[in-house]
């Protein structure tokens, strides 16, 4: 039987029309520090309570993050990252707004979000085009 790791490898352990509407429930910017595909950020998903730990793939569980939050965090508790982010941040963001901000966004319905996924992958053919295009 193959572990969970095995089986979760790469960008395939999602569909990408849901990796899609995550990422733009989110507002396509990195759920910890802020920064955007604008800015230059690339973008990827973060469970929050990690895979690793026995978490889901679930959207409730994902959030969107940038390259360097994901790695950075590890397998840390969300609310010891999000200290860590609001100390260095420059925007006066607060660790408890972090906080609020994931719960807000997981509680939202992702239905609107997968329509627009769908459409957006329908005429640009993949994810990477879809935000090389935004």
């Not at 569980?61 to 590890?74: D, E, I, M, W």
């Not at 100390?87 to 994931?102: F, M, R």
Request: hydrophobic content about 35%.
């Amino acid at each position: 039987m193959t572990d969970r790791r095995e089986k979760n490898q790469g960008m395939n352990w999602i569909r990408q029309d849901k990796r899609l509407a995550i990422y733009l429930r989110d507002g396509l910017a990195c759920t910890y520090c802020g920064s955007t595909i604008e800015e230059g950020a690339s973008l990827s998903l973060d469970h929050i309570k990690p895979y690793s730990n026995g978490g889901s793939n679930s959207e409730r569980n994902l959030v969107t993050c940038c390259a360097k939050c994901n790695s950075s965090r590890g397998t840390r508790p969300v609310a010891d990252f999000a200290a860590a982010v609001a100390g260095y941040v420059n925007h006066g963001v607060t660790a408890e707004a972090i906080l609020s901000d994931i719960r807000s966004r997981t509680r939202m319905s992702l239905r609107p979000y997968k329509a627009e996924a769908t459409a957006l992958i329908a005429r640009r053919g993949t994810v990477a085009r879809v935000l090389a295009g935004m």
